[in-house]
Protein backbone atom coordinates (compact mmCIF):
# COMPACT_ATOMS: atom_id res chain seq x y z
CA UNK A 1 0.00 0.00 0.00
CA UNK A 2 1.08 3.75 -0.60
CA UNK A 3 -0.14 6.47 1.46
CA UNK A 4 0.01 10.39 0.02
CA UNK A 5 -0.75 12.84 2.46
CA UNK A 6 -2.41 15.44 0.45
CA UNK A 7 -2.69 18.03 3.11
CA UNK A 8 -2.19 21.58 3.13
CA UNK A 9 0.61 22.07 4.27
CA UNK A 10 2.89 19.11 1.82
CA UNK A 11 1.93 21.72 -0.90
CA UNK A 12 4.46 23.45 -0.09
CA UNK A 13 7.88 24.17 -1.51
CA UNK A 14 7.47 20.80 -3.69
CA UNK A 15 6.72 18.22 -0.99
CA UNK A 16 3.18 17.09 -2.90
CA UNK A 17 4.94 16.99 -6.22
CA UNK A 18 7.96 14.71 -4.88
CA UNK A 19 5.03 12.86 -2.86
CA UNK A 20 3.75 12.35 -5.85
CA UNK A 21 6.45 10.93 -8.00
CA UNK A 22 7.66 8.67 -4.96
CA UNK A 23 4.58 6.95 -5.21
CA UNK A 24 4.81 6.36 -9.05
CA UNK A 25 8.20 4.96 -8.74
CA UNK A 26 7.35 2.43 -5.72
CA UNK A 27 3.76 1.94 -7.54
CA UNK A 28 5.42 0.42 -10.64
CA UNK A 29 8.50 -1.36 -8.99
CA UNK A 30 5.67 -3.22 -7.34
CA UNK A 31 4.06 -3.92 -10.43
CA UNK A 32 7.14 -4.84 -12.47
CA UNK A 33 7.85 -7.09 -9.39
CA UNK A 34 3.67 -8.31 -9.71
CA UNK A 35 3.03 -7.66 -5.90
CA UNK A 36 -0.91 -6.48 -5.39
CA UNK A 37 -0.58 -3.00 -5.30
CA UNK A 38 -2.51 -0.24 -3.71
CA UNK A 39 -2.48 3.67 -3.66
CA UNK A 40 -4.23 6.44 -1.78
CA UNK A 41 -4.28 10.19 -1.01
CA UNK A 42 -5.90 11.87 1.56
CA UNK A 43 -7.27 15.36 2.29
CA UNK A 44 -10.10 16.30 4.41
CA UNK A 45 -12.08 14.10 6.73
CA UNK A 46 -15.60 14.82 5.10
CA UNK A 47 -13.77 13.96 1.40
CA UNK A 48 -13.67 10.01 1.05
CA UNK A 49 -10.01 9.18 0.67
CA UNK A 50 -8.86 8.95 -3.66
CA UNK A 51 -7.91 4.91 -3.96
CA UNK A 52 -6.67 3.08 -6.58
CA UNK A 53 -6.56 -0.60 -6.57
CA UNK A 54 -5.16 -3.16 -5.36
CA UNK A 55 -3.88 -3.90 -8.83
CA UNK A 56 -1.13 -6.15 -10.22
CA UNK A 57 1.10 -6.66 -13.37
CA UNK A 58 3.04 -4.53 -15.51
CA UNK A 59 -0.05 -3.99 -17.72
CA UNK A 60 -1.77 -1.11 -15.03
CA UNK A 61 1.81 0.99 -14.97
CA UNK A 62 -0.73 3.53 -16.83
CA UNK A 63 -3.49 3.20 -14.53
CA UNK A 64 -0.85 3.72 -11.58
CA UNK A 65 0.51 6.88 -13.24
CA UNK A 66 -2.55 8.34 -13.74
CA UNK A 67 -3.77 8.23 -10.71
CA UNK A 68 -1.17 9.54 -9.11
CA UNK A 69 -1.27 12.56 -11.58
CA UNK A 70 -4.18 13.18 -10.94
CA UNK A 71 -3.69 13.56 -6.78
CA UNK A 72 -5.02 17.25 -5.97
CA UNK A 73 -3.51 18.88 -2.60
CA UNK A 74 -5.59 20.60 -0.02
CA UNK A 75 -7.19 19.71 3.25
CA UNK A 76 -6.85 19.55 6.95
CA UNK A 77 -6.64 15.82 7.60
CA UNK A 78 -3.48 15.07 9.96
CA UNK A 79 -1.71 11.72 8.84
CA UNK A 80 -2.27 9.87 11.58
CA UNK A 81 -6.42 10.12 11.31
CA UNK A 82 -5.33 9.99 7.46
CA UNK A 83 -4.00 6.67 8.45
CA UNK A 84 -7.09 5.18 10.21
CA UNK A 85 -9.56 6.20 8.00
CA UNK A 86 -7.21 3.61 5.27
CA UNK A 87 -7.06 0.54 7.96
CA UNK A 88 -11.21 1.18 8.07
CA UNK A 89 -11.32 0.32 4.70
CA UNK A 90 -8.18 -1.93 4.07
CA UNK A 91 -7.85 -5.70 4.41
CA UNK A 92 -4.49 -7.82 4.55
CA UNK A 93 -0.79 -7.69 5.18
CA UNK A 94 2.14 -6.56 4.00
CA UNK A 95 4.12 -3.10 3.10
CA UNK A 96 2.44 0.29 3.56
CA UNK A 97 4.69 3.12 2.19
CA UNK A 98 3.84 6.61 3.96
CA UNK A 99 5.05 9.60 2.28
CA UNK A 100 4.25 12.78 4.26
CA UNK A 101 6.08 15.35 5.90
CA UNK A 102 4.79 13.55 8.88
CA UNK A 103 3.74 16.78 10.73
CA UNK A 104 1.46 16.19 12.79
CA UNK A 105 -0.53 17.20 16.37
CA UNK A 106 -2.11 14.10 16.35
CA UNK A 107 -0.51 10.41 17.87
CA UNK A 108 1.67 9.11 15.28
CA UNK A 109 2.75 5.96 18.30
CA UNK A 110 -1.42 4.68 18.18
CA UNK A 111 -1.05 5.10 14.25
CA UNK A 112 1.43 3.20 13.77
CA UNK A 113 0.41 0.81 16.42
CA UNK A 114 -2.56 0.16 14.44
CA UNK A 115 -0.55 -0.50 11.08
CA UNK A 116 1.87 -3.09 12.82
CA UNK A 117 -1.22 -4.73 14.56
CA UNK A 118 -2.75 -5.33 11.17
CA UNK A 119 0.57 -7.08 10.04
CA UNK A 120 2.02 -4.02 8.00
CA UNK A 121 5.32 -3.33 8.04
CA UNK A 122 5.97 0.57 8.01
CA UNK A 123 8.08 2.03 5.36
CA UNK A 124 7.78 5.91 6.41
CA UNK A 125 9.67 8.80 4.46
CA UNK A 126 9.29 12.46 5.80
CA UNK A 127 9.27 14.97 2.91
CA UNK A 128 10.44 18.31 4.28
CA UNK A 129 11.08 21.96 2.56
CA UNK A 130 14.37 22.79 2.38
CA UNK A 131 13.13 25.75 4.60
CA UNK A 132 11.89 23.27 6.95
CA UNK A 133 15.45 21.72 7.67
CA UNK A 134 17.08 24.98 7.30
CA UNK A 135 14.67 27.89 8.38
CA UNK A 136 16.23 31.04 7.17
CA UNK A 137 14.10 33.36 9.41
CA UNK A 138 15.42 36.90 11.16
CA UNK A 139 13.84 39.48 13.20
CA UNK A 140 10.30 39.55 14.40
CA UNK A 141 8.20 36.87 12.30
CA UNK A 142 4.79 35.68 12.74
CA UNK A 143 3.80 31.83 11.59
CA UNK A 144 0.66 30.60 10.80
CA UNK A 145 -0.27 26.60 10.81
CA UNK A 146 -1.76 26.03 7.03
CA UNK A 147 -4.21 23.48 7.99
CA UNK A 148 -5.19 25.14 11.49
CA UNK A 149 -4.88 28.61 10.90
CA UNK A 150 -2.91 28.34 14.45
CA UNK A 151 -0.52 31.69 14.69
CA UNK A 152 2.62 32.16 16.80
CA UNK A 153 4.48 35.74 17.03
CA UNK A 154 7.97 35.44 17.28
CA UNK A 155 10.19 38.34 18.36
CA UNK A 156 14.02 37.53 17.49
CA UNK A 157 13.31 34.31 15.49
CA UNK A 158 17.28 34.47 14.83
CA UNK A 159 17.51 33.58 18.33
CA UNK A 160 15.28 30.53 18.12
CA UNK A 161 16.67 28.64 15.32
CA UNK A 162 18.79 26.35 17.57
CA UNK A 163 16.21 25.62 19.51
CA UNK A 164 13.68 24.88 16.56
CA UNK A 165 16.72 22.52 14.57
CA UNK A 166 17.04 20.67 18.03
CA UNK A 167 13.68 19.89 18.31
CA UNK A 168 13.06 19.09 14.49
CA UNK A 169 16.22 16.74 14.84
CA UNK A 170 14.82 15.04 18.41
CA UNK A 171 10.95 14.74 17.23
CA UNK A 172 12.89 12.99 13.74
CA UNK A 173 14.35 10.86 16.17
CA UNK A 174 10.86 10.15 17.42
CA UNK A 175 9.65 8.60 14.19
CA UNK A 176 12.60 6.53 13.82
CA UNK A 177 12.09 4.69 16.65
CA UNK A 178 8.67 4.44 16.22
CA UNK A 179 9.48 2.85 13.30
CA UNK A 180 12.12 0.90 13.63
CA UNK A 181 10.20 -0.73 17.51
CA UNK A 182 7.87 -2.32 14.86
CA UNK A 183 10.29 -3.19 12.13
CA UNK A 184 10.12 -0.70 9.84
CA UNK A 185 12.15 1.55 8.30
CA UNK A 186 12.27 5.44 8.15
CA UNK A 187 14.04 8.07 6.24
CA UNK A 188 13.98 12.07 5.82
CA UNK A 189 14.52 13.53 2.50
CA UNK A 190 14.50 17.68 1.39
CA UNK A 191 11.93 18.34 -1.22
CA UNK A 192 15.20 20.03 -3.04
CA UNK A 193 16.21 16.81 -3.95
CA UNK A 194 16.09 15.19 -7.00
CA UNK A 195 13.65 11.82 -7.43
CA UNK A 196 16.51 10.46 -9.23
CA UNK A 197 18.82 11.60 -6.43
CA UNK A 198 16.10 9.67 -3.57
CA UNK A 199 15.96 6.89 -5.65
CA UNK A 200 19.29 6.34 -6.90
CA UNK A 201 21.28 7.50 -4.17
CA UNK A 202 19.68 7.81 -0.50
CA UNK A 203 17.20 4.73 -0.70
CA UNK A 204 19.41 2.40 -2.75
CA UNK A 205 22.04 3.11 -0.03
CA UNK A 206 19.11 2.92 2.77
CA UNK A 207 19.11 -0.95 1.16
CA UNK A 208 15.12 0.28 0.36
CA UNK A 209 15.81 -0.52 -3.31
CA UNK A 210 18.47 -2.38 -5.43
Given at each position: ????????SMMFSD???????????????????????????????????????????????????????????????????????????????????????????????????????????????????????????????????????????????????????????????????????????????????SLMDML???????????
Amino acid sequence: MILVDASDSMMFSDKLLRARQLAAAFGIMGLLSNERVSCWSFNTADQEPARLGPLSGRGNMRAMIDFVEHIEGGGDLPVDRCIEVMLNRHRGRGIVILLSDLLTFGDLSRAFNLLFSRGLEIFAIQILAPEEIEPDVTGNARFIDCETDLKLDVTAASDLLSIYNEHRLAYTRVIENLCSRRNGRFLTVSSADSLMDMLFDQLMRKGWIC
